[in-house]
């Protein structure tokens, strides 16, 4: 059974804050998607919609497409909950949005820039999360993104509730049915997994064969970066710890999708732009070893 295409794409802001840089770096690697966060620092959730159209009409004009926002909702404390200690990597505070309701607001900008998907998270760590408190958020989530025509992606994230890919498992399997099994067909309705094998390895909770043959079939996007896992820190794809070949390989393999979105997350600041480069090329290889095609 052939493995799933892999429609190649790159976060915008980890090649460079500015949307020039984005757009040269697309141009020089054969890149044409980029899922969008920041430009010049600044989060699309806190600009108006003539902004962020204002993005969406020059990276049409560079012939590049945007499957996804990476938002950042949900990446926040939950209601009457104490934030956790220490910094957060892209957190976002609700009230620099623009408009009252951020959650519209997200799936608003992923109209204007003709995003499919909008990503969000869990909300911080907490003692004495289950997965029941997404729930009423989640589904009003899934409402205005019907809305839209787009799909929920929920990423595992090691700072928020679900960090593990068998936390953002469980959750899954704690839906009523009738979500789960809308969640689980070939053709993605809703709200979906969106995988992030990078993050459980740095939580040191590398998947188990169960969570991921469960969570396979219903993925249709993934991010890729790797670990020095000694050194705590994320490298460029290829260059750390985690077997991606094998990880790759194993996760395609249960997915029913035609195609999934392999988004690149460098998270390597110091020399972003080549860090990226180098996982790109990575991801073409590892794809290439596996006989994925990367489109």
Same mark, same amino acid.
């Given at each position: 059974?052939a493995?799933? %295409?892999?429609?190649?794409?790159?976060?915008?802001d980890?090649?460079?804050?500015?949307?020039?840089?984005?757009?040269?770096?697309c141009?020089?690697?054969?890149?044409?998607?980029?899922?969008?966060?920041?430009?010049?620092?600044?989060?699309?959730?806190?600009?108006?919609?003539?902004?962020?159209?204002?993005?969406?009409?020059?990276l049409?004009?560079?012939?590049?497409?945007?499957?996804?926002?990476?938002?950042?909702?949900?990446k926040w404390p939950a209601?009457?909950k104490d934030p956790?200690?220490?910094?957060v990597?892209?957190?976002f505070?609700p009230?620099?949005?623009?408009?009252?309701?951020?959650?519209?607001?997200?799936?608003?900008v992923?109209t204007?820039?003709?995003?499919?998907?909008?990503?969000?998270?869990?909300?911080?760590?907490?003692?004495?999360?289950? #997965? %029941?408190?997404?729930?009423?958020?989640?589904?009003?989530?899934?409402?205005?993104?019907?809305?839209?025509?787009?799909?929920?992606?929920?990423?595992?994230?090691p700072?928020?509730?679900?960090?593990?890919?068998?936390?953002?498992?469980?959750?899954?399997?704690?839906?009523?049915?009738?979500?789960?099994?809308?969640?689980?067909?070939?053709? #993605?309705?809703?709200?979906?997994?969106?995988?992030?094998?990078g993050?459980?390895y740095?939580?040191?909770?590398?998947?188990?064969?169960?969570?991921?043959?469960?969570?396979?079939?219903?993925?249709?996007?993934?991010?890729?970066?790797?670990?020095?896992?000694?050194?705590?820190?994320?490298?460029p794809?290829?260059?750390?710890?985690?077997?991606?070949?094998?990880?790759?390989?194993?996760?395609?393999?249960?997915?029913?999708?035609?195609?999934?979105?392999?988004?690149?997350e460098?998270?390597?600041?110091?020399?972003?732009r080549n860090?990226?480069? %180098?996982?790109?090329?990575?991801?073409?290889?590892?794809?290439?070893?596996?006989?994925?095609?990367?489109?």
């Open positions: 059974m493995l799933p %295409r892999l429609a190649l794409a790159v976060i915008g980890e090649i460079g804050p500015s949307l020039p840089e984005m757009i040269s770096f141009a020089e690697h054969g890149v044409g998607r980029l899922d969008m966060r920041t430009v010049d620092g600044r989060n699309l959730l806190a600009m108006t919609l003539e902004e962020v159209a204002a993005i969406g009409e020059k049409a004009s560079a012939g590049i497409k945007v499957p996804a926002v990476v938002s950042p909702l949900l209601p009457d956790p200690g220490g910094p990597d892209f957190a505070d009230a620099q949005c623009p408009q009252d309701d951020v959650l519209t607001h997200a799936f608003d992923a204007v820039l003709g995003a499919s998907r909008v990503r969000i998270f869990s909300h911080l760590r907490y003692p004495g999360f289950t #997965p %029941r408190d997404l729930h009423h958020t989640v589904y009003r989530l899934m409402d205005i993104a019907a809305a839209h025509d787009a799909i929920v992606e929920i990423e595992n994230e700072v928020c509730n679900l960090g593990s890919i068998a936390e953002l498992a469980r959750f899954f399997a704690a839906l009523p049915e009738s979500v789960d099994q809308q969640s689980r067909r070939a053709e #993605p309705l809703g709200l979906q997994p969106l995988v992030d094998i993050n459980s740095a939580m040191g909770a590398p998947p188990a064969e169960a969570d991921i043959a469960y969570l396979a079939p219903m993925v249709d996007m993934i991010h890729l970066k790797d670990c020095d896992l000694d050194a705590r820190r994320t490298v794809l290829g260059d750390g710890d985690i077997p991606w070949t094998k990880e790759l390989e194993r996760l395609l393999a249960g997915v029913e999708a035609s195609e999934v979105i392999a988004s690149i460098t998270h390597c600041p110091h020399d972003p860090a990226t480069a %180098r996982s790109v090329s990575a991801l073409r290889r590892i794809a290439g070893e596996i006989g994925a095609e990367v489109v």
